[in-house]
């Protein structure tokens, strides 16, 4: 790609101070006379323009072939990156009725965005982030949902970044994005088919491969079609801590968003057990948001609870964003709060060694409302001495004590009755 950096940047003149400027997120082009730019979340109309629309097609051809990609009269739209690593997404003419049309999302850098200056932007609250970081290491499954450009890759970024440093993760995506700092990380990206229409591989087909390669957990950069069973798959099968994004407004619309994009493919699962599968691989939602003073906030950590008898996905929120008020300006006040239910995990927190205080899921002054009611006593002298050594083998694998492995075992199974005995109740008392 480095021989392309010059060209690109000579083809992409008109606007490339824009690029440069570290204030700027994106760069939207409306055709060769039209161009905005975002700062801070508001977009502003520049006067900038390229000479005319061959000199702007010309930047976008030029762009296609650093990546490999093509966009011509077959092929009206492009995904693709510049070599700094941003994102751009091309439509040309005639689909684009004024002409060549490009969104280009500046890369920001890695280092840019942390869990600390997300807090100070008010994004999210410590505890969330704490609640985040510690689902991360119990390998919790994790949605990363909400609307275009309201932060979903970024706190992707963020949670891949968390893994613990013993763990292979396989990153699939459409045009490479992520980059997530963690030791063992191997990426990759989708390829268009060539003229005849071969030689394409789509992120199904990369999720499949992704699977026979020995993935601790995999992540899918953006789910929008039928890799969404894939995934479901991948997360129900053992690779703990799989993560993806999705875009959908509610952590409940991302569920059912998941659900209609797995029946895209060739599945012939009855909808009722897809239902279960989709909630039994979610174990959380967590909620993007782009607010209308144009800050970025996450509105909602939830817990994915199951389906009710009526299919419907049950879902607590953990954590959310509470508006208290509103600037003469326009800027949204308000904080992230917990919501007061305790997470039916809990009390995985304690056992696999990372406690995490009860009251940060308190509302002020308020008691949460309690998980299933647990009982941690575990009686080893039940099992067969085959099945202790079984569960020696899994507690080691997992790096924890025979005793502490079986007291998250328990108490899985006691969650599991209990979210099955609360469906049972919820179904009769509708009926
Ligand atoms: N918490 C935040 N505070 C300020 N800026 C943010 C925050 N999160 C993300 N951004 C910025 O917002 C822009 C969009 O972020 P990001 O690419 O993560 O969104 P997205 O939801 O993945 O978008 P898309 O739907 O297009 O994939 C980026 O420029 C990013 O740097
Ligand atoms: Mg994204």
Not at 16 to 40: A, M
Not at 63 to 68: K, P
Request: charged share 20%; net charge positive; aromatic share 4%.
């Amino acid at each position: 790609m480095g021989v392309f950096t010059n060209s690109i940047a000579t083809f992409l003149a008109p606007i490339k101070h824009y690029l440069d400027d570290e204030s700027v997120s994106e760069v939207l082009i409306n055709g060769p006379k039209e161009i905005w730019v975002e700062r801070k979340g508001k977009l502003v109309q520049v006067p900038e323009g390229f000479h005319d629309e061959g000199a702007l097609q010309a930047a976008v051809r030029n762009i296609a072939q650093s990546v490999g990609r093509r966009i011509d009269a077959e092929n009206l739209v492009l995904d693709a990156r510049l070599p700094d690593g941003s994102r751009i997404h091309a439509v040309l003419p005639p689909s684009a009725r004024k002409g060549t049309t490009m969104a280009i999302r500046k890369f920001a850098k890695a280092a840019d965005l942390t869990f600390d200056i997300m807090i100070k932007y008010g994004t999210l609250s410590p505890a969330g982030a704490e609640f985040l970081a510690m689902c991360v290491a119990l390998g919790k499954n994790m949605i990363v949902s909400g609307g275009t450009g309201s932060g979903k890759t970024t706190v992707l970024n963020l949670l891949g970044g968390l893994l613990p440093a013993h763990e292979r993760l396989m990153v699939v995506e459409d045009a490479s994005e992520l980059q997530i700092k963690a030791p063992h990380v191997v990426c990759f990206e989708t390829k268009p088919a060539n003229v005849e229409g071969k030689g394409g591989l789509t992120i199904r087909d990369l999720v499949r491969s992704a699977m026979r390669l020995r993935p601790d957990r995999i992540i899918v950069g953006e789910v929008r079609g039928p890799e969404a069973l894939d995934l479901i798959t991948v997360m129900n099968t053992g690779h703990g801590g799989s993560m993806g994004t999705t875009h959908a407004n509610t952590p409940m619309d991302a569920l059912v968003r998941l659900e209609t994009l797995a029946m895209m493919g060739d599945t012939t699962i009855p909808i009722a057990a897809l239902r279960r599968q989709i909630a039994g691989a979610v174990h959380l939602v967590v909620q993007a948001k782009r607010l209308h003073d144009g800050s970025r906030k996450i509105s909602h950590i939830s817990e994915v609870l199951g389906v009710d008898e009526h299919g419907t996905y049950k879902v607590q929120d953990i954590f959310k964003f509470v508006q208290t008020g509103i600037e003469p300006d326009g800027k949204i006040l308000g904080a992230m709060q917990p919501c007061g239910n305790l997470p039916t995990f809990f009390e995985e927190f304690a056992v696999n060694g990372h406690p995490f205080p009860k009251e940060k899921f308190y509302k002020e002054g308020a008691v949460p409302s309690q998980a299933p009611a647990t009982n941690t006593t575990t009686n080893l002298s039940q099992y067969s001495p085959a099945q202790i050594q079984a569960l020696q083998a899994a507690a080691t694998k997992a790096g924890m004590t025979l005793e502490q492995y079986h007291k998250a075992l328990v108490l899985q199974r006691q969650r599991q009755a209990a979210q099955k005995a609360a469906s049972k109740k919820s179904g009769g008392e509708a009926a």
